[in-house]
């Protein structure tokens, strides 16, 4: 059964960069048949897809957050990446990796982590 | 982008009702369309994709059809369970993009 579980701080202040990993079990992050994406999800609203990764490194990003976004991977560890920079309040949402079938459907997810930003 | 509007954004409904959730498309996503249920606090999961394919374990009382931009999804006979939030997704092009939601509440 595939796990994932995202890691991070709880609290970023305005300006700076938010930066969480999200670790997998229980399957390969170099199985050719993934992609492993981020997705959040604002207080009480709907899910924004932030970006995806490959197991050999190509992104796609959604360009809704201004290419403040960074996602990236190290198949040694079986983890993935999330930095996002300058955050502002409206970055505060709960963050989710989720595994991302390579149609665009999303079957395994974290339980998602709550990032705040505030000074 | 596209942009993915569903209704009702809330339902009362009672156990045992048939229940339809609507979810239209700006623009032709063939059948790219998945449908996630998410119960307060946990992650969504996925219930059909592409359109009307339920995912595995998923009840059969479930079932989502449509094609182009606009798009069903039917519960036959609401359990308890089911009461919870649902969310459509897009996956025709990047980004991929959710619905704002449908609330399932007890009547």
């Known amino acids: 059964q595939v796990q994932l579980q995202e890691s991070g701080p709880g609290l970023v202040k305005p300006s700076q960069t938010l930066s969480l990993t999200c670790s997998v079990s229980?399957?390969?992050?170099?199985?050719?048949?993934?992609?492993w994406s981020w997705i959040r999800q604002h207080p009480g609203k709907g899910l924004e897809w932030i970006g995806h990764?490959?197991?050999?490194?190509?992104?796609s990003y959604n360009p809704s957050l201004k290419n403040r976004q960074t996602i990236s991977i190290d198949t040694s560890k079986n983890q993935f990446f999330l930095q996002l920079t300058s955050v502002t309040a409206a970055d505060t949402a709960v963050y989710y990796c989720?595994?991302?079938?390579?149609?665009?459907?999303?079957?395994?997810w974290g339980q998602g982590s709550l990032v705040t930003v505030s000074s | 982008d596209i942009q993915m509007t569903q209704s009702p954004s809330t339902l009362s409904a009672s156990v045992g009702d048939r229940v339809i959730i609507t979810c239209r498309a700006s623009q032709s996503i063939s059948r790219w369309l998945a449908w996630y249920l998410q119960r307060p606090g946990i992650a969504p999961k996925l219930l059909i994709q592409q359109a009307s394919t339920l995912e595995s374990g998923v009840p059969s009382r479930f079932s989502g059809s449509g094609s182009g931009t606009e798009f069903t999804l039917t519960i036959s006979s609401l359990q308890p369970d089911d009461f919870a939030t649902y969310f459509c997704q897009q996956y025709d092009s990047y980004p991929y993009t959710f619905g704002q939601g449908t609330k399932l509440e007890i009547k």
């Open positions: 990764i490959y197991y050999s490194g190509s992104t």
């Open positions: 989720a595994r991302d079938l390579t149609i665009g459907t999303f079957d395994y």
């Open positions: 229980g399957g390969s992050i170099s199985s050719g048949a993934y992609y």
